[in-house]
């Protein structure tokens, strides 16, 4: 079986999009297929191609003018069986170019389209936001076949796109080999992979957040969840993996006075971050809309429990069902219930917590890049049947 790998436009820095490109090559690629990654070239883009302004509308011309015409050439040169794998649903313009070459989408998320289709309040599209999510919906309606990665964006897919059968595949995404070693180490081999707790801010408990400053990220809501749990006194730390607060956004919520108990951390590895799950109390998660949720199931995979609204796909990612608060709107009402499922957590003993960090880690281990890979395989299968091939 000959798969092509369809990533994104190098500058755009896409990095979960190359990580999922990646962990699906290598999954595939161990069950026996041969795989090549295309990406769209940077030829206009060298001339300085970035995400803002003059820049922008370089990278457009690389991938919306010449990536397809050049992407025909190469087809013409492949086997017709060979499956294009177009690995981002905003790649989706290239299903033009596939001719009837079999091929198939992953969605991540429909979030831009919604926006620009005026869903999301909170996240207005311009002009030529909304122009560009038409063609990507235009693209996603051509497809042959679509992979969501959660029941939320399938349920996304169906309404916006279609509700066609070849249409509502769904494959969550995975966690790389470093992390489902993590569910499956033994106690005394995790303490060798990390420093203890009591290196960590001079062995005060903490809890953890990881995101950046997108509005779904519901921020102020992570400093909200904080001061409250701040009321008892008590010397919990907040570890923010991600920009900055400003000190408008402290003194807001209250935690101006208590900004000494904030620690920043940013561009680090994966083995740092899995120590920082590994010594944290939980990890705040309070988003109100996401396509998955990776940090949930990373930190699930190091035994710390995640604390989320009752939205999904968080509440699907959640092993705990107790740590999963509120009706599903992520309002005040919601914040409220989520501090008290943080208390009831930050108050378990040690021994009340072993077979809870048991349960989450069996969780997590479920999302292996293995797992992925053969679902991928097994639809890859369906497609050369269906396009006449043994």
């Keep these: 079986m000959r798969i092509i790998l369809i990533g994104n436009y190098p500058p755009d820095q896409q990095w979960s999009m190359r990580r999922f490109t990646g962990q699906l090559k290598e999954g595939v690629e161990a069950l026996g297929a041969s795989v090549e990654v295309y990406l769209p070239p940077v030829i206009v883009g060298k001339l300085g191609a970035r995400g803002y302004g003059l820049g922008k509308w370089l990278g457009y011309v690389d ?25 981002d649903h905003s790649n989706s313009i290239y299903v033009k170019a596939l001719g009837k070459r079999p091929h198939l989408i992953t969605c991540h998320d429909l979030l831009a389209i919604r926006s620009a289709h005026g869903e999301i309040s909170q996240n207005q599209t311009k ?37 066609r059968s070849e249409l509502q595949y769904l494959v969550p995404n995975s966690l790389n080999d470093d992390f489902i070693e993590e569910t499956q180490a033994g106690g005394k081999d995790r303490e060798k992979k990390g420093p203890p707790r009591r290196n960590l801010f001079n062995g005060m408990p903490y809890i953890i957040h990881i995101g950046g400053e997108k509005w779904y990220k519901n921020r102020s809501a992570v400093l909200e969840i904080f001061a409250s749990l701040q009321k008892d006194g008590n010397q919990l730390q907040l570890v923010v993996v991600g920009p900055r607060f400003s000190d408008a956004a402290l003194e807001k919520s209250g935690c101006l006075q208590m900004k000494e108990k904030i620690h920043y951390f940013s561009g680090i590895s994966d083995h740092d971050l899995r120590g920082l799950y590994r010594n944290a109390e939980l990890l705040l998660f309070p988003s109100l809309i996401e396509g998955f949720g990776w940090p949930i199931l990373e930190a699930q995979a190091c035994g710390c429990p995640v604390a989320t609204f009752a939205i999904e796909p968080m509440s699907s990612l959640n092993a705990l069902p107790e740590l999963t608060a509120g009706d599903g709107t992520g309002g005040n009402d919601d914040i409220i219930k989520l501090v008290a499922a943080c208390q009831n957590q930050l108050v378990l003993s040690h021994r009340e917590r072993s077979p809870q960090k048991d349960k989450i880690r069996q969780f997590a281990a479920k999302f292996s890049n293995q797992a992925s890979a053969e679902a991928y395989m097994e639809i890859y299968r369906g497609l050369l049947l269906n396009a006449g091939e043994s």
């Design 63 to 87: 991938k919306y003018l010449i990536t397809p015409t050049l992407l025909r050439r190469k087809l013409r040169r492949v086997p017709p069986n060979t499956i294009v794998h177009i690995c």
């Design 127 to 163: 002009w030529s936001g909304r122009l560009q999510q038409k063609m990507i919906l235009k693209g996603l309606k051509r497809s042959r076949q679509i992979v969501s990665v959660s029941e939320a964006t399938r349920r996304d897919v169906a309404r916006l796109v279609g509700n």
